[in-house]
């Protein structure tokens, strides 16, 4: 089934978010057959907006899992970190044999090594993704390390699909032990920067904290990363915060507590749930904010606290 090019393939999509549209939109522009389907379209107030974004790019909507796995040459699994198993052992239910299986989902090595087994038994080719930076402005380029087994046959066939793909290991859990430890830096500073700013403005010294960070780190627009950081934490904390409990997981396997982890997918399901709670507005364009300036989002933030 693998065996035509790349481009003549239908890629299935599992998981319709903000990754899931982007890839579908970039592989549609190239002629190539995708499907999808994503567990909102289970819900009439999620559905709506996935049903007319399909039907404005050519992807064919599916019933399940299952339904992507059986009419799919390469399925990508993009969903939240909480779901990769599950979605694996859904997905393995209607798996052809040797169809790649593409998992994209920042997930522990332990996770990503239970995903594979159930694929793998199900006859398709598993390979764990390790998306190495923020999708939207790389797209479906954005830098992907690949491993496991799989890695190497499927690295070219991505590339002819337009996938900056490359591969770190044939041993699975390697490219995502990378991502891993990556992301205690990455959501760590994007927690750390919400919780000092957010403090500084309760003391009225924010004007001061970001002239000293200037000083100290001159190479990084703090104003500008920090709204950065503000906007996507609010946009997509639900998301950040179980992948950072896979972070802490990966951590523990290592023998070391995750302090540093643990308080970061804390903060990151705080603002989360603020978000939930309609604090700052309606959901965000396509640019993901509510406001350029970090300011006005750290205030609404301060009048939450009790």
Not at 85 to 108: P, R, T
Not at 187 to 213: C, N, P, Q, W
């Amino acid at each position: 089934m693998t065996m035509k090019p790349a481009t003549h393939w239908t890629v299935g999509l599992i998981g319709y978010g903000e990754v899931g549209r982007i890839l579908a939109e970039d592989l549609r522009a190239q002629g190539v057959a995708v499907c999808a389907y994503d567990i909102k379209l289970n819900d009439p107030a999620t559905a709506e907006a996935l049903i007319a974004h399909t039907a404005q790019h050519g992807v064919s909507l599916l019933a399940d899992h299952a339904a992507v796995a059986a009419q799919s040459d390469l399925v990508i699994s993009a969903v939240t970190a909480s779901q990769t198993v599950l979605v694996a052992q859904a997905a393995a239910a209607g798996m052809q044999a040797g169809v790649f299986f593409l998992d994209f989902n920042s997930a522990s090595p332990g996770a990503k090594q239970r995903a594979a087994s159930l694929i793998d038994g199900a006859g398709g080719k598993y390979v764990e993704g390790a998306v190495m930076t923020s999708v939207p402005p790389y797209r479906i380029q954005v830098p992907l390390l690949l491993g496991g087994g799989f890695a190497a046959e499927l690295s070219p066939l991505l590339s002819s699909l337009g996938f900056a793909a490359k591969v770190a290991s044939d041993q699975l859990g390697v490219a995502s032990a990378t991502k891993m430890c990556r992301s205690v830096m990455i959501k760590g500073l994007e927690a750390m920067v919400i919780e000092s700013f957010t403090t500084a403005r309760h003391y009225g010294v924010e004007d001061a904290v970001v002239a000293s960070l200037y000083e100290t780190f001159p190479g990084i627009d703090w104003e500008k990363q920090a709204a950065y950081f503000f906007q996507r934490v609010i946009e997509h904390g639900r998301r950040r915060s179980e992948e950072v409990r896979e972070v802490a997981e990966t951590v523990r396997d290592a023998g070391l507590t995750p302090w540093s982890a643990q308080g970061t997918a804390e903060r990151q399901a705080w603002v989360a749930d603020l978000a939930d709670a309609g604090l700052f507005g309606p959901k965000a364009t396509p640019e993901f904010a509510r406001s350029a300036d970090w300011r006005v989002e750290a205030d609404r933030m301060l009048r939450r606290v009790p």
